[in-house]
């Protein structure tokens, strides 16, 4: 009870003195806090009467009263600011609309939106009905908790009381609606500012196009940009930052570098968002090389590197199969004093995989723990993947249970990943396996998992399992083959020596699917035909293959000759042999001449 009456006494001393208003302004920060102070010294269980008893009289000290709430929300105590309302308004104290106003605007700017909109909610109508700035400041908690329909209700009000609402207010609805991925309500607001004749700021425009980004709706994102100035607003580097992310997000890459380009021009400084998302667009373009440059010019316009822009760069070089570059950018993080997160460990550790480094992909995945990062499931598939790479099945495997052991749930990539390690190592009982495991947790197999089970069984000679997976599994489950299952299907048959089954399945892909044929294609079953010593039907095959825009290649001619050498049709052959000559195979006429058999070239 000391800091209680110690409070109280401050306050007592500065009504009964004679001071000025400037003596005033600079001892009451000290008797604020020491207020404050003191009604956190309550506990949580405080009673009304012991709250009043430590506040100002506050008929006669109300600001004062407003500074304490200002001073709890500061310190994140919300309760406190609710539990102060709450005991004046049990003491009698009424209470007009500024004070709710401050209460609920303190709560909506320390992100307490339950807080400031149950005090809202608890405003008496008949002592204190809400004004525009108050309505405003609810809304602008609906904007911190996205609560875009409760948006709509408090327009409405607003409309019933006769109020019109300014452009804050739609500001705020419009933020509400961003936050809570409603880009389409959001729009409907921005366009309903100009049917009430109100002119949308820079604020209305930034928030109304970073909605529209968040949603995926690049052309209006661009539409809005480029009327700005017919409304003599200026974009702003935010505006330029989320045009260029709505344009980069979904793959138009071209735009989002013309609009990084434009800023120059209309000399507006780019900061480090601009670039990182210019960087982004580098990434989805392939262009490893430029996103370096662009890395290296942050500095030149003195713009601080942060994680993101990291992130940006590593990933542009993890696409570009730069995997050294990738992980030189890793370890320079470390020297600048940025903290790599799970982003930057799963965009290092997949460039590892690209560039077949399994070992140092596994390295990094275990030293994410060591950082206080949990490996997410893109960390683990892509280790997973860079085992598979390597031809490292029981290492994948042991990945992906290790996954299942960190409650971690494997997603499509992952099991396709892991049975594309087994399906490297020819162990086809695990592939199969993992893709029936992918049906039992209701993950549905993608035509990528349906291939790798295809070519594992193909490995491991289960020819029949291949081609049951791929004419009745697949079919059933709705997943139409690609050309890459088509071709492990038919280089199953040949491994077999099923020549009949190889050429069903090359009919079937084109005729029955649709799915164009490529060299892999009629090589297996070139291979096949082969195999069977079926020199017509290879005679065949690569006669059509110029007919579908086919460049046969060194495998198909070798397997054509050696079908018609082993039918003892040298004539024929010989054609090829020539054929191939013409086209610049000498692999072949290497092949030929080491068969013993020697052929003249003139005619």
Same mark, same amino acid.
């Given at each position: ?19 000025? $208003? ?8 000290? !008797? +604020?806090?020491?207020? *404050? ?17 430590? !506040? ?11 500074? +304490? ?16 309302? %709450? ?48 309505? &405003? ?6 904007? *911190? ?16 009381? *006769? ?21 389409e309500q959001a729009f409907v607001f921005f366009e309903n500012m100009s049917s009430y004749s109100m002119q949308p700021d820079i604020v209305s425009y930034n928030t109304? +196009? ?17 009327? /700005? ?37 209309? &000399? ?25 440059? !662009? @890395? ?26 730069? %995997? ?19 982003? $930057? ?6 460039? @590892?995989?690209?560039g077949g480094q399994w070992q140092g992909a596994l390295r990094l995945l275990e030293a994410m723990p060591r950082a206080t990062i949990d490996p997410g499931v893109f ?58 495991? /992918? ?8 035509? *990528? ?59 079937? /892909? ?12 009629? &090589? ?21 293959m110029s007919a579908q825009d086919i460049e046969p290649d060194v495998t198909s001619y070798n397997s054509t000759i050696s079908a018609c050498l082993k039918g003892g ?23 030929? !001449? ?10």
């Open positions: 009870m000391g800091m209680q009456k110690a409070a109280r006494n401050l306050f007592d001393a500065l009504r009964s003195h004679r001071v000025s $208003t400037r003596w005033k302004a600079h001892i009451k920060d000290p !008797l +604020i806090q020491a207020t *404050t102070q003191a009604l956190l010294d309550l506990g949580p269980e405080a009673s009304s009467s012991e709250i009043t008893a430590i !506040l100002p009289e506050v008929n006669q000290s109300r600001g004062q009263v407003r500074h +304490i709430l200002k001073e709890l929300a500061q310190k994140r105590q919300a309760d406190w600011v609710l539990k102060v309302i %709450w005991a004046l308004q049990d003491r009698g104290i009424r209470l007009n609309v500024r004070d709710y106003t401050m209460g609920i605007s303190v709560c909506a700017r320390s992100k307490l939106w339950q807080h400031a909109l149950s005090l809202f909610a608890a405003i008496p109508v008949e002592q204190a009905k809400p004004d525009l700035i108050c309505y &405003n400041a609810a809304i602008n908690a609906c904007q *911190t908790g996205g609560l875009w329909q409760y948006t709509l209700t408090l327009f409405q009000a607003i409309k019933e009381a *006769t109020l019109k609402p300014d452009v804050f207010c739609y500001n705020a609805a419009i933020g509400a609606c961003k936050k809570g991925s409603e880009w109304t +196009i970073s909605a529209l980004e968040k949603g995926g709706q690049w052309q209006q994102a661009l539409n809005l940009f480029e009327a /700005m100035p017919k409304s003599s607003v200026q974009p702003s580097v935010i505006t330029y930052n989320a045009t260029m992310s709505a344009c980069v997000n979904v793959e138009v890459w071209q735009k989002g570098l013309e609009l990084f380009a434009l800023m120059f021009g209309r &000399n507006v400084l780019p900061d480090v968002i601009s670039f990182s998302t210019a960087i982004s667009a580098c990434e989805k373009a392939g262009w490893w090389q430029q996103a370096l440059h !662009l @890395f290296a010019a942050l500095s030149n316009f003195s713009v601080q590197m942060d994680v993101v822009s990291y992130n940006a760069t590593i990933s542009a070089c993890e696409k570009g199969w730069q %995997w050294q570059k990738a992980f030189f950018l890793f370890h320079a993080m470390g020297g600048a004093s940025f903290r790599a997160d799970a982003i $930057t460990f799963s965009a290092t550790i997949s460039a @590892f995989e690209k960390a683990y598939s892509a280790s997973i993947s860079a085992c598979a790479a390597g031809s490292k099945w029981l290492e994948a495997l042991e990945l992906f249970q290790q996954m299942q052991l960190s409650s971690l749930r494997p997603h499509v990539v992952t099991y396709s990943a892991t049975m594309s390690a087994c399906e490297k190592a020819g162990e086809w009982q695990s592939a199969l396996l993992l893709l029936e495991a /992918m049906r039992r947790v209701d993950i549905p197999p993608g035509v *990528t998992a349906y291939s790798a089970g295809i070519s594992a069984c193909e490995k491991g000679t289960q020819w029949q399992r291949a081609v049951f997976l791929l004419t009745e599994v697949m079919p059933q489950a709705h997943v139409l083959p690609n050309v890459v299952a088509y071709n492990a299907g038919i280089s199953a048959c040949q491994t077999c020596n099923h020549w009949a089954y190889a050429l069903q399945l090359l009919y079937d /892909m084109r005729c029955a699917h649709g799915v164009q044929p490529d060299v892999i294609s009629l &090589n297996g079953c070139l291979g096949a035909c082969a195999l069977a010593v079926q020199w017509q039907q290879c005679l065949a095959l690569l006669g059509s049709k040298w004539q024929p052959a010989r054609y090829r042999f020539l054929q191939s000559l013409a086209r610049n195979q000498p692999q072949v006429r290497e092949n030929v !001449l080491a068969s013993g058999i020697i052929y003249t070239t003139q005619s």
